[in-house]
């Protein structure tokens, strides 16, 4: 097999093997792609199959999640966890509970997390889990009954060193609670199972906002590099959700005013830059739709549907809702408008089409793998002060956060400059992220 074609020989194992999981084979296809100056590099990679072992997960595990409804319906789901690679630390990924979530969205997630926990420079493997179990609309017992049914099988797979699940999409504070309850009582052991957990049981300061602050202080590093900042500047933020908030949150702290956040329904866009504590009391505490923001704000506009935000002129966009939200077309009207920075605060947010189009128009653009790093790095840092069983203040664990941030912009950049293509941060980062892996994985022998 020459060196140049082993890259597309796997890719064709891929699709054979996964041709069903679209989402999945879309992100082997960006990560592999950056990897050919590597590979041609690289021999060893090739002689010991090392691209096949990589994109197999470790272990994947799918189980039967039975619950009771409010009216005593008895409801199933299926739940799963992919224990994705282990060659850096324990599998460390979140789980996300939502309608959409079958095997390929959570095997592409899995996939991502193994590079993104590698950038972090913290010692953790990558995996991702979750269910089909949509928990809008369900009371606080129907959400518990159900959590406590899931780890009821998963505990069974998790554990402090060897795999520390924490939140996604429709996982937070409410389901990690229910889930590290129901840990606790069936395996009798008080330990650093899941992050995202609450201040009085073990979390870690900052982890709530982590991801959100974590992609400002990247993006922060993107704009340095124009010799721009966030000061002054027009903000989008798709989402508003738990990134989306604290993205919002670190903008403006920083000088940028938020002018439309969304939901999965449509967009609200405020001149006046969305009120942050309007929307925090919407989502995070009554759990309502985003156009409700207009009755307290009437000179804010609503737009049903969520793609249109992106038509909206500005200086930065931090696409923070979910996958393939900002397509080709936004992508195109985002450079028309002459925006000069775009950082994906959630997982794969921008098709390949957007990606393409931002780099050959020379927007910086920050993927998700780097710029979204920082939740799961504040939930490494979680881990390390459960070991210790220590907690460290806002500022320290706030301090450390910046920092792995600058650091992972800083590897991604470096590596993009030494395979050829200076700048660009989608392969920077996906070299950067593999390098270390795939030493680690040579260093391990055949596993
Ligand atoms: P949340 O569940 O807190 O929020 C998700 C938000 O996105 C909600 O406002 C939801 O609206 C909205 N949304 C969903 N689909 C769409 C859509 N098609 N268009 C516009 N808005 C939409 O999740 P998180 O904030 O935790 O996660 C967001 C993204 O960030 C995900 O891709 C996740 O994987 C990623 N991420 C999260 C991390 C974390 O620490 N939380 C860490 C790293 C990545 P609605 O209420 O209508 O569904």
């Known amino acids: 097999m020459s060196k140049t074609n082993y890259v597309d020989t796997v890719l064709e194992i891929v699709k054979k093997r996964n041709g069903n999981e679209p989402e999945f084979l879309q992100a082997v296809q960006e990560v592999l792609g950056s990897l050919r100056p590597v590979i041609a590099d690289h021999p060893e990679f090739e002689e010991t199959n090392l691209l096949e072992r990589l994109v197999e997960p470790e272990r994947q595990i799918i189980f039967r999640v039975p619950w009771q409804d409010d009216h005593g319906k008895m409801r199933v789901n299926r739940g799963m966890r992919i224990e994705f690679n282990s060659a850096l630390g324990p599998y460390k990924g979140g789980l996300r509970f939502h309608p959409s979530v079958y095997i390929g969205i959570i095997k592409f997630l899995g996939f991502e997390q193994i590079f993104k926990n590698s950038l972090t420079g913290l010692m953790m493997g990558g995996g991702k889990g979750g269910s089909d179990f949509n928990p809008k609309g369900k009371s606080d017992s129907e959400v518990m009954r159900f959590c406590q049914s899931f780890m009821t099988e998963l505990a069974r797979h998790i554990g402090a060193d060897t795999d520390v699940p924490a939140g996604d999409i429709g996982v937070g504070g409410r389901e990690i609670g229910f889930m590290f309850g129901q840990y606790k009582r069936l395996t009798r052991k008080f330990e650093g199972v899941l992050t995202g957990k609450g201040l009085s049981y073990g979390g870690s300061l900052v982890r709530t906002e982590a991801t959100g602050y974590g992609t400002v202080y990247f993006c922060n590093?993107?704009?340095?590099?124009?010799?721009?900042?966030?000061?002054?500047?027009?903000?989008?933020?798709?989402?508003?959700?738990?990134?989306?908030?604290?993205?919002?949150?670190?903008?403006?702290?920083?000088?940028?005013?938020?002018?439309?956040?969304?939901d999965s329904g449509g967009f609200v866009y405020d001149a006046n830059g969305i009120n942050l504590d309007t929307i925090q009391q919407l989502k995070e505490v009554q759990r309502l739709r985003i156009h409700e923001y207009t009755k307290q704000h009437p000179s804010a506009k609503y737009t049903e549907g969520f793609t249109g935000i992106w038509s909206i002129p500005c200086d930065i966009a931090l696409p923070c809702a979910t996958e393939n939200e900002l397509d080709g077309e936004a992508a195109a009207a985002l450079i028309k408008n002459k925006c000069i920075a775009v950082a994906e605060g959630a997982n794969m947010p921008c098709t390949p089409d957007a990606v393409h189009n931002f780099?050959?128009?020379?927007?910086?653009?920050?993927?998700?793998?780097?710029?979204?790093?920082?939740?799961?790095?504040?939930?490494?840092?979680?881990?390390?002060?459960?070991?210790?069983?220590?907690?460290?203040?806002?500022?320290?664990?706030?301090?450390?956060?910046?920092?792995?941030?600058?650091?992972?912009?800083?590897?991604?950049?470096?590596?993009?400059?030494?395979?050829?293509?200076?700048?660009?941060?989608?392969?920077?980062?996906?070299?950067?992220?593999?390098?270390?892996?795939?030493?680690?994985?040579?260093?391990?022998?055949l596993v």
């Open 221 to 262: 590093e993107m704009l340095k590099e124009q010799g721009q900042s966030f000061d002054g500047k027009t903000v989008l933020v798709s989402g508003s959700g738990n990134v989306a908030i604290y993205a919002h949150q670190k903008a403006t702290e920083l000088g940028a005013k938020v002018v439309a956040m969304s």
């Open 359 to 445: 780099i050959a128009a020379g927007v910086s653009f920050g993927p998700g793998k780097a710029a979204n790093a920082g939740g799961v790095a504040t939930s490494g840092l979680e881990m390390a002060q459960n070991s210790q069983r220590m907690s460290w203040t806002f500022e320290e664990t706030d301090q450390k956060l910046h920092q792995i941030m600058v650091n992972a912009y800083n590897v991604s950049k470096q590596a993009a400059d030494q395979y050829g293509t200076p700048g660009n941060l989608v392969n920077g980062a996906n070299i950067a992220g593999f390098m270390k892996v795939a030493n680690a994985m040579l260093a391990h022998g």
